[in-house]
């Protein structure tokens, strides 16, 4: 006897109509086994190859016994998860089944994948951490680590006073660097060494940056580079110091020249040759021994002396500094009050007259005194020679001036 087309389905409960042959929901086949076997006789080959992947139950003995049919009394009962199926609905519904099924058999295929920004930050962030690693990594493998060039040293042994420091330079190298300069170029370097001794009664300090340039043929100023010491020299201490600046390899060693001084002092320049000729800038002393008479005092200048610095004080700009002794006499009966050197003391040059920067010269002369010393410091133009010493009060005190003229 015909077994009986289910009204719904026995595994889901889906509604169905005897044109179904599978659960358009759950994909059950619901043809009862007469009818299934009916319509699988009538199939072509092809059709049957193509339904192959069909489930094959055993047969129970009815249909009722082997899919037991569900309540379906109200939608209630329904899973929420089915929605009523309808014959117009019923492809759109199979693909939306399909559709849920495979989401959820692959939950990975709902992540979010990583958007182009986050992708462009996480190879930033690997090129900086393989950067690091290859910075700390590499020198230790010795690879990439930097290696000192050939060093090329010319002997000097120049000797100059600054700001009454005696600075011997004692050599000069050369190379495309130098390992021990933190700054150091690797396109050319010079090196002076040089040995300071603090010749002065104070203490004083070198400020390399400040005093220390390199000047190349042309007249180019090359500020310091790096300098391994800025001595604070006690009086009689001896230090040294290296002087690096980044001057390239095709510029040789003998055609440079250290300048010493900051920039309102008087410069020195001292060629890196050896034995240089720096005598321009030595003290330089001549005797005069000649006498001018003022206030029936008879002055008589023994020494003039010139130096680019005095007391641990470079000289300022264009300027040396001149000092003048003397052997001062009162031939009266009686004491004699002068007054201050500052007022009736001058060196002339030209139309330039300067008055004294230091003096220790008596301001009152004992009777009959004889070879009282006494002398006095003044700035003079660099280029100056012939000077005059005047002695004579401005104010007119009555008494003449007189003048020693000198060259030096």
């Not at 059950?28 to 094959?56: C, G, H, K, N």
């Not at 006690?234 to 390899?249: H, I, K």
């Amino acid at each position: 006897m015909a077994q009986a087309f289910p009204r719904n389905c026995p595994r889901c409960g889906a509604a169905t109509n005897p044109e179904q042959r599978f659960c358009g929901r759950c994909g059950l086949s619901i043809l009862p086994p007469d009818r299934a076997q009916q319509v699988f006789s009538q199939q072509t080959p092809q059709e049957a190859s193509e339904d192959s992947f069909s489930p094959v139950y055993p047969s129970p003995s009815t249909f009722e016994e082997r899919y037991p049919a569900r309540s379906l009394s109200s939608d209630a009962t329904r899973p929420a998860r089915y929605p009523a199926y309808s014959q117009d609905s019923g492809s759109a519904l199979q693909e939306d089944e399909f559709s849920q099924s495979v989401s959820r058999s692959s939950p990975s295929s709902r992540r979010r994948r990583p958007g182009l920004p986050r992708l462009l930050l996480l190879i930033v962030v690997l090129v900086l951490i393989l950067g690091v690693a290859l910075y700390f990594v590499l020198p230790l493998l010795g690879i990439g680590k930097a290696t000192q060039s050939a060093i090329s040293t010319t002997d000097l042994q120049t000797t100059i006073d600054y700001a009454g420091v005696n600075i011997t330079l004692q050599n000069v190298q050369q190379a495309r660097n130098f390992l021990d300069d933190p700054q150091s170029r690797s396109d050319g370097m010079v090196r002076v060494h040089m040995q300071e001794t603090n010749k002065s009664k104070n203490g004083t300090t070198l400020i390399y940056p400040t005093i220390a340039h390199a000047v190349l043929p042309g007249g180019k100023e090359v500020p310091l580079l790096y300098a391994s010491n800025n001595p604070k020299l006690a009086s009689g201490e001896t230090q040294s110091t290296d002087l690096d600046f980044a001057v390239p390899t095709s510029m040789k060693a003998n055609q440079i020249i250290l300048r010493l001084g900051a920039a309102d002092e008087a410069r020195m320049d001292v060629p890196l040759q050896p034995h240089a000729d720096v005598g321009k800038y030595a003290t330089k002393s001549v005797d005069v021994n000649k006498t001018a008479s003022y206030f029936s005092l008879n002055y008589e200048m023994t020494q003039a002396t010139t130096q680019w610095s005095l007391d641990g004080q470079q000289a300022p700009k264009g300027m040396r500094y001149l000092t003048l002794t003397f052997k001062i006499d009162n031939p009266l009966l009686q004491s004699v009050i002068v007054g201050s050197p500052f007022d009736y003391m001058q060196v002339k040059s030209g139309s330039q007259s300067m008055l004294p920067q230091q003096a220790n010269v008596p301001i009152t002369f004992a009777s009959h005194v004889q070879g009282q010393d006494g002398s006095a410091v003044f700035l003079v133009p660099q280029d100056t020679a012939a000077m005059s010493l005047v002695l004579g009060n401005k104010d007119s005190d009555g008494f003449d001036p007189d003048t020693v003229n000198f060259t030096i």
